[in-house]
């Protein structure tokens, strides 16, 4: 399995803080978003925000990284720290 | 050998007391950078009307909410950190970031630096800053009177260009 997380803004919006997704036939985070994406309306709009950033195994990645069985995969809004 | 140390924490800290830590037993480093990031109290017309008749018996009216991802907050400011100790050379690095619901006024954020030189300081302490601003995951909330909703602070597309200039 491969666990999801979601943060702030995107977290408000889809109501979800966190699931987890099959591994078997994702191998990237894009295909990991599409897959999300098909979950309903609400996740397609929310996961079309260009702006969302992406990391994996807690580092910032983006959408041609490898994902596998056990990793740790969080999408968010552009962070607003300091 | 950069001695770094990160704190991400709810609690509160006090700046006067770090200071004195990144001094302490530290005749080496002829500079200390500081820099601490307060809560702006950036929606007047809310705090005029919930500050005067605040019920909670005098304490400070919570008006940010900051959210962050537990784990990936510490590692990322760690991160930045190094970078700031590879590219200059530092004897201390103390990163604090608060989360959770702060009052107007309250310190968020803490970048302490020493150096042998005022420069290195001073360039280390920005640089953490605007990577910071950037990389680390937090996100503000302002919330609103009553405390119900409250309203996401959108990224700035001016802090990411700031990363230009490293």
Redesign the interface.
């Known amino acids: 399995m491969i666990k999801v ?1 979601f ?3 995107l977290r408000e919006q889809l109501d979800c803080d966190s699931l987890e997704v099959e591994a078997g036939g994702v191998s990237t985070l894009g295909e990991l978003r599409e897959v999300l994406s098909s979950k309903g309306d609400t996740w397609r709009v929310a996961l079309a925000n260009e ?1 969302l950033q992406m ?1 994996c195994n ?3 990645s983006h959408g041609d990284a490898a994902v596998r069985d056990g990793d740790e995969v ?1 999408f ?7 | 050998m950069t001695d770094i140390s990160i704190v991400v924490q709810a609690e509160g800290f006090d700046p006067g007391a770090e200071y004195n830590a990144l001094r302490r037993e530290n005749t080496s480093d002829g500079a200390t950078a500081i820099f601490v990031g307060n809560v702006r109290d950036f929606s007047p017309a809310i705090s005029a009307t919930t500050a005067p008749d605040s019920s909670s018996s005098g304490s400070a009216v919570a008006v940010m909410e900051l959210e962050h991802y537990p784990g990936m907050a510490e590692s990322a400011l760690d991160a930045i950190a190094r970078e700031a100790a590879e590219r200059w050379p530092l004897g201390r690095v103390r990163v604090i970031h608060r989360y959770g619901r702060l009052a107007a006024g309250d310190e968020i954020v803490f970048v302490g630096i020493t150096s042998a030189h005022r420069q290195a300081a001073l360039d280390a302490c920005a640089f953490i800053m605007d990577f910071l601003k950037s990389r680390a995951p937090f996100w503000k909330k302002e919330l609103t009177a009553g405390g119900s909703a409250g309203q996401w602070v959108e990224a700035k597309k001016s802090d990411e260009s700031a990363l230009q200039k490293w």
């Open positions: 997380l943060f702030a803004g702006r990391a807690q580092e910032l969080a968010f809004p552009p962070v607003t720290g300091g």
